[in-house]
């Protein structure tokens, strides 16, 4: 009978292990959890190894310390100029106080569905079409200020709210895809006809650049042209002056030369008469001739008669 009794106490071990085992509770990052003990409010564990006590302490709620998203359906509401129309909002909040969060209201979610439905009816009632459309910005500021005032004794702080859709009745959807559609178009027009606006500029500039060129490369041809005329001009009256300047060095080497050999008056006559024979091939129509070659051709007329004289 004694080993029953060792059966026991090893029962009762186990037994009480796994109470022990089962009320250590560890808590993860970006986690708290909410204790009671005898059903009132004991603590709120933050992030560790933590031991409940067996039968007095329950966990009540385990919080998310997170930032959070709720999406809600949309909401009809009605703008000032009577327009009934669709708003689906999102909200992002974060649990800053675990124990409002749990004892601050029941079921805190939807008591922020029905705040941020009421608050926007608030907001767009005092609004026209035109300016809710347009004023997004300015109904998202306003409700995150009111709905961060109104959940902060819920232990709730709402970090920021975006209105989803704005969904207005069909026929004014079908007047503004209409506006847009002719805005678009127009801007198209614009557009057009600024481009066009600006080929034109580039073609103008284009052509006067090129006439520019143009008047720039003919002046530098015509300069071109000039400069060549001038060197060939200045080339040719070198030219000539250096034949006249051969031609009187010759001469005068000539008459060096017959200075030199002391000719007398029949060579210098001769060589006259040669002068004179290669002015005469000229194009001059008169001819002064002097009066020493006069002589000098009447001298030979008569040489050339003696001649014939002696033939006959």
Do not use: C
């Not at 998202?140 to 902060?152: C, G, P, Q, W, Y």
């Not at 709210?161 to 009745?169: A, D, G, S, T, Y």
């Not at 001298?299 to 033939?311: H, I, N, V």
């Amino acid at each position: 009978m004694q080993w029953i009794g060792y059966i026991g106490i090893g029962i009762l071990v186990l037994l009480v292990l796994l109470v022990l085992v089962t009320n250590i509770q560890i808590v993860q990052q970006s986690r708290a959890y909410v204790v009671e003990r005898l059903g009132a409010y004991s603590a709120t564990w933050g992030v560790g190894l933590h031991f409940k006590i067996p039968f007095f302490e329950r966990v009540v709620k385990k919080v998310s310390l997170k930032e959070q998203v709720a999406d809600f359906d949309p909401q009809p509401v009605i703008t000032k100029d009577n327009v009934t129309m669709q708003i689906d909002t999102v909200i992002y909040f974060q649990i800053t106080d675990p124990k409002l969060y749990t004892y601050g209201v029941e079921h805190p979610m939807n008591a922020i569905e029905n705040l941020t439905a009421t608050t926007l009816r608030n907001i767009i009632g005092e609004m026209e079409l035109d300016q809710s459309l347009t004023s997004r910005d300015v109904i998202n500021a306003k409700m995150r200020s009111i709905l961060d005032e109104a959940t902060d004794p819920w232990g709730i702080k709402v970090n920021r709210v975006e209105l989803k859709n704005i969904l207005p009745p069909r026929e004014i959807q079908n007047a503004m895809e209409k506006q847009m559609k002719a805005e678009r178009e127009r801007r198209e027009s614009i557009l057009q006809a600024e481009g066009q606006k600006q080929s034109q500029i580039l073609v103008a500039e284009g052509e006067k650049q090129s006439t520019i060129l143009r008047a720039d490369a003919e002046k530098q041809a015509a300069i071109l042209k000039a400069e060549a005329e001038r060197q060939a001009a200045i080339l040719k009256a070198e030219g000539e002056a250096q034949a006249i300047l051969n031609v009187q060095k010759a001469l005068a080497d000539s008459i060096k030369m017959l200075n030199e050999a002391n000719p007398n008056d029949q060579v210098v006559k001769i060589k006259a008469l040669e002068s004179f024979e290669k002015a005469a091939d000229g194009q001059a129509t008169k001819i002064i001739v002097p009066s020493e070659i006069q002589s000098l051709a009447g001298l030979a007329a008569s040489f050339k008669g003696l001649l014939e004289d002696e033939k006959k």
